[in-house]
């Protein structure tokens, strides 16, 4: 089991938890103006990279609020977690 | 000399563990069995001269005892406490003797002495590598009904109990700075200089005594000390310290991410009476800032011939029968092997007065001053031999050896005639939690095994389990490993005499002049598994250690191949002309050892398993003889049943009553939210379809909401009670899921929006009030809210009192009929009820449950989420195109809707189906076609959601889902019925009050 770290709460294990898939996809502020495969890339496509991770994490069973965390997926290590509107770590690549 | 069949006739007279002040009685296929406290089931049927103890998986070879400890793979017993208490494949070796229990033999028929299955050991080609694979691949069906039921039936280990467990399981959560993963000589050593400096330190072990192979060391001195008086003082220096939890019977079994480590702790079954309240078995979690694993190794089996007989065993194992329990596994044995391990464990055998024979399978060039001191102790020791193999069926009788006189040339023949064999083919550090973390094993040459390499979490392995076998170096290495975890730099060295013999040679498939396709040597014992079969397999082409064991099953039984992985890799290694390291290592996954289901489930058993959430009339509808069903993790009262009512009768009346007169039905279940704050009108405004701002206070309005991806996520209805304060429904099963995501959007998209959301839930009972009389009966009970049509209109909210309690009243209909839904706090939910029961009794006021309530909003074509939709419908979809305001510039899930595919016009689109038959109801879930003689596979247009008799309408009603539904109106299609097709018109999903008049009041409206 994980323990991960909620920016507002300190150390929790995961079951407090729930994963909201990858972080920094931001939604189009004018979803109309995008055409269908932008949006069909902003809804499905995911980087799902071996290694490091910038992903959502809600701590549901706690505080209640959203933060990001950086993951390596190889290893499952947290190497940090950052509330939200907190910019992308450097060791993350921006996807598009 | 006494009887071999005589209590106790294989116990040494002097020494072991034991406590012979002590005797207990327990008893094995029947037979009652002498053994003293301190005892294993193993060690007892040992010290009375039993080896016979099971049958093998797949040959149903006569099995013994094979090893002391939980790697044993042979002597799974079926152990019986009494009553309930019945688990099967429980190890011999690690199950305390203990009064009264009784001990039985598995996988055998009609007894173990006599097996029928043992035919299976004759027809042995039949059963090489991969048969399974070969003989029960076609035809397919034959695989469920006759291949798997009839190989389980003759292969099964034991039996599972069918009785409720009647012990209770606990579960706690510690945090620890060091956890030491085993009590051997490197754990203790380890907890002990962790423990010095006040770090919190957790040491398990999972025998019942700590110390590993201190407790069967007669000879090591350690600073100057006996081997087991060390043991003894170290362990109370440990466990007097403060923020030491010592844990004897205690398996680590798995190891997870971020040094999450799961353990069980056998509580009360080694103990004769235990006190009452004390759990059977404890599962810790442990989350530890380090862990030291000293988990110690596992002894190699030597591959000849016939090397499973009973009495064949390893001779680490036979040390410990010895030296710990004081039981001679033979009175003549024959130690055979490749380790200096294996010298001294033949040195204590003859100490013991047994008699001892060696048989060194090494090159002689690789044989050290070992076997002079072996000779000088009067032992015979033949070197450069080879094992041709044994002799005996039920229990060795001998062991045929020959000189090896040069590379391929085996001399003559030999049988030392014995009782017991002692073989040790090299040691296998056990690195199976290592491995678990995640961390990358490395091969070591000299040891000819793998050991922890790079580690991926915060661990280091201390002792045999990396590698290191000498006394002193062990003790060194834990010692440093401990303070090491605990942050200091103190350092000890320790002195042990006389040293360590380490060295060992490399045994793979020994030389024989015997044909190697006609004689088996067993690897995996627990899954039958021999050379030959990994021989085969590599000849068949499998070269990756991964697809042997799978092809094979070597490795893949419940001890894991902890005695025999090692060895196979070996020989699929020899067979390949490859390195070891070239064709890999296996996986360890967790459990460590088997674990019982009862410590997994712990508390979350009976009423703890799914909990239920009682809306707050619970009592009351039980009161009532309601019949309940689940609804998410409620339970809701479907219907009422009257004395002689069934479900049909029941619900056709408790819907007559709600449109002729007035029901009454419990809502609390439903999802709420309160959303407030000055942004809260422009929030919902993105989150649901339709409009909010226009939304006066005091007004209801219907809300769809969506995923991004434009299907229906929630419904419900939302009042709004002030300018900035909206009180949001949801359905019943969709609340939390809403308010997550509510919070997602509000959290992470438009932070800027002032708004806070609760949920309530909990806090609002809802009672509904459904019917022509409704105004009548709740008038009455109302202060501070005028309830006449034109101050309260259909749609609106008031705040007042009911019965002198707070509510929120809305006026709303889900049953298409003149209806309130008043919220009450939940505590005076019974109170409110009771008074509107007895306001509505002089109008026979009737509470109706869920079954009514689908079947009255039904027949108005109210879809339910989660049982009309599915996750793929779009509001178009389910005919509420008009619920999706045009202007809105955005929404969530507003820009899905206008993607290419979800503007197809076969989409399945929700209609009502009549049956032709009107008093047939179907399935929910039928399929529907067009045309009933289509070939098969035929072509699916969609399905029923719901179906139900309509009391009001007379005849059964159906929603659907149907491809291209609306511009099939009119047409017959047929759905599936569990005896054929029915046929089935498509019409519009509205049945009944179409014009939806009702909701106005009272009859004189229709
Ligand atoms: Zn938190």
Redesign the interface.
């Known amino acids: 089991m994980l323990l991960i770290t909620c920016p507002y709460c300190g150390a929790r294990p995961e079951i407090e938890f729930r994963g909201g898939g990858e972080a920094h996809i931001a939604r189009p502020s004018d979803p109309a103006a995008v055409d269908d495969q932008s949006w069909a890339e902003y809804l499905y496509y995911r980087s799902n990279p071996k290694g490091v991770h910038a992903e959502r994490w809600l701590h549901v069973h706690g505080c209640g609020r959203w933060f990001n965390a950086v993951r390596n997926t190889v290893s499952d290590s947290f190497e940090q977690t950052y509330r939200m509107g907190e910019p992308r770590p450097d060791a993350t690549k921006e996807r598009r | 000399m006494a009887s071999d069949l005589s209590a106790h006739s294989f116990r040494l007279a002097n020494g072991g563990r034991i406590d012979r002040s002590r005797p207990v009685r327990f008893t094995f296929n029947g037979r009652t069995i002498d053994a003293y406290a301190g005892d294993t089931i193993a060690s007892a049927l040992l010290a009375n001269g039993i080896h016979l103890v099971g049958r093998s998986f797949k040959y149903h070879r006569p099995r013994g005892i094979l090893s002391h400890g939980s790697d044993e793979p042979n002597a799974l017993l079926d152990i019986d406490r009494g009553a309930g208490r019945r688990d099967p494949n429980n190890r011999a070796t690690v199950v305390e003797a203990l009064d009264g229990l009784a001990a039985r033999s598995q996988n055998h028929w009609p007894s173990l002495d006599f097996d029928l299955g043992a035919i299976n050991d004759r027809l042995a080609p039949m059963f090489a590598a991969g048969f399974y694979y070969k003989t029960f691949k076609w035809p397919r069906t034959f695989w469920h009904r006759l291949y798997e039921p009839a190989i389980r039936a003759m292969a099964g280990l034991g039996v599972a109990p069918t009785e409720s467990d009647p012990d209770r399981y606990t579960q706690r959560n510690a945090h620890c700075d060091v956890l030491v993963v085993g009590g051997g000589p490197s754990g203790l050593a380890a907890a002990l200089a962790a423990s010095e400096s006040g770090a919190r330190v957790i040491l398990a072990d999972e025998q019942a005594e700590l110390g590993g192979t201190l407790l069967h060391d007669r000879i090591s001195q350690i600073d100057g000390r006996a081997a087991d008086t060390w043991r003894a003082e170290t362990l109370a220096t440990i466990a007097a310290r403060p923020d030491v939890i010592v844990l004897p019977r205690t398996t680590v079994f798995g190891y997870?991410?971020?040094?999450?480590i799961a353990m069980v702790e056998r509580v009360t079954d080694h103990l004769q009476a235990p006190p009452a309240g004390l759990p059977r078995e404890r599962l810790w979690?442990v989350?530890a800032k380090k862990v030291i694993l000293a988990t110690g190794a596992h002894e190699r089996p030597l591959a000849f011939a016939d090397n499973d007989r009973p009495g064949i065993m390893l001779a680490e194992s036979v040390r410990a029968y010895i030296n710990r329990y004081a039981v001679a596994p033979g009175r003549q044995i024959v130690f055979a092997g490749v380790t200096g391990s294996a010298y001294q464990a033949a040195a204590d055998a003859k100490s013991a007065g047994l008699a001892v024979t060696f048989v060194d399978v090494r090159d002689p060039t690789q044989c050290g001053e070992e076997v002079g001191e072996l000779r000088a102790l009067g032992v015979e020791v033949l070197t450069g031999h080879t094992i041709i193999g044994s002799v005996g069926r039920k229990r060795v009788a001998g062991l045929i050896v020959a000189p090896v006189n040069g590379p391929g040339d085996v001399g003559a023949h030999r049988t030392l005639p014995c009782d017991a064999i002692a073989m040790s083919g090299g040691w296998t550090p056990a690195v199976h939690l290592f491995s678990q973390s995640?961390g990358r094993l490395q091969y070591r040459d000299a040891i000819d095994a793998f050991v922890p390499g790079a580690s991926?979490q915060s661990e280091c392995s201390a002792g045999a389990a990396n590698g290191t076998y000498d006394l002193a170096a062990t003790l060194d290495e834990g010692w440093r490993a401990g303070a090491e975890a605990a942050g200091t730099t103190a350092s000890r060295s320790f002195a042990v005499a006389p040293s360590t013999r380490t060295d060992s040679g490399r045994a793979r498939s020994l030389p024989t002049d015997r044909d190697a396709d006609r004689v088996r040597a067993f690897l995996d014992f627990q899954n039958d598994v021999t050379v030959k079969d990994i021989k085969l397999a590599v000849r068949e082409g499998f070269q990756s250690i991964e697809h042997v064991k799978r092809y094979t099953t070597t490795g893949m039984a419940t001890d894991q191949g902890k005695t025999s992985n090692m060895l196979a890799l070996g020989i699929v290694a020899e067979a390949l002309e490859r390195p070891v390291p070239e064709v890999g290592t296996t996986t360890f996954r967790p459990p460590f050892t088997p674990v019982s289901f009862g410590a997994i489930v712990g508390q979350a058993r009976d009423a703890l398993f799914d909990p239920i959430r009682k809306a707050p009339l619970h009592d009351w509808a039980e009161a009532q003889g309601a019949v309940f069903e689940p609804v998410a993790l409620w339970r809701r009262a479907r219907y009422f049943p009257q004395a002689g009512e069934g479900m049909h009768a029941a619900v056709s009346r408790e819907c007559r009553a709600v449109r002729s007169n007035v029901g009454i039905f419990d809502a609390s279940t439903l999802g709420k939210i309160e959303v407030v704050g000055p942004d809260a009108a422009e929030f919902l405004n993105r989150i649901y379809t339709n409009a909010w701002l226009k939304l006066a206070p005091g007004r209801c309005r219907y809300g769809l909401m969506l995923r991004?991806?434009g299907f229906i996520f929630d419904d419900g209805v939302v009042a709004r009670i002030a300018e900035d304060r909206f009180h949001v429904t949801t359905t019943t099963g969709g609340a939390a899921r809403v308010l997550?995501h509510m919070?997602?959007y509000l959290?992470?998209?438009w932070?800027d929006l002032k708004v806070y959301l609760t949920s309530t839930t909990e806090q609002w009972g809802v009672i509904a009030v459904q019917g022509p009389k409704a105004r009548e009966v709740i008038e009455p009970l109302v202060e501070g809210i005028d309830l006449s049509p034109g101050m309260f209109p259909h749609m609106a909210v008031r705040v007042g009192r009911i019965c002198s309690v707070p509510t929120r009243l809305f006026r709303v209909s889900f049953t298409g009929e003149l209806g309130y839904e008043i919220n009450v706090p939940t505590g005076h939910m019974r109170t409110v009820w009771d008074a509107i029961i007895k306001q509505g009794a002089p109008f026979g006021i009737t509470p109706y449950g869920t079954e009514a309530m689908h079947a009255l909003r039904a027949e108005r074509g109210f879809i339910i989420v989660g049982q009309d939709t599915d996750g793929t419908v779009t509001p178009d979809d389910a005919g509420l195109g008009g619920m999706v305001s045009a202007s809105k510039?955005?929404f969530v899930g507003?820009?899905?809707l206008v993607?290419?595919d979800m503007l197809l016009a076969d989409r399945k689109q929700l209609v009502g189906l009549t049956t032709a038959d009107p008093k047939l109801v179907l399935d929910e879930g039928a399929q529907v076609v067009a045309d009933t003689k289509a070939p098969i596979p035929m072509k699916m247009l969609g399905h029923v959601t719901s179906s139900y008799w309509s009391d009001a309408c007379g005849h059964s009603i159906a929603l659907a889902l149907v491809s291209g539904g609306r511009a099939r109106l009119g047409e017959t299609l047929h759905a599936t019925t569990p005896s054929g097709f029915a046929a089935v018109k498509v019409v519009t999903p509205v049945f009944f009050d179409a014009e939806g008049k009702r909701v106005h009041g009272g009859l004189e409206h229709v």
């Open positions: 997870y991410n971020h040094n999450h979690q989350r995640r991926a991004e991806d997550v919070e997602d959290q992470t998209e932070s510039r955005d507003k820009r899905s993607r290419p």
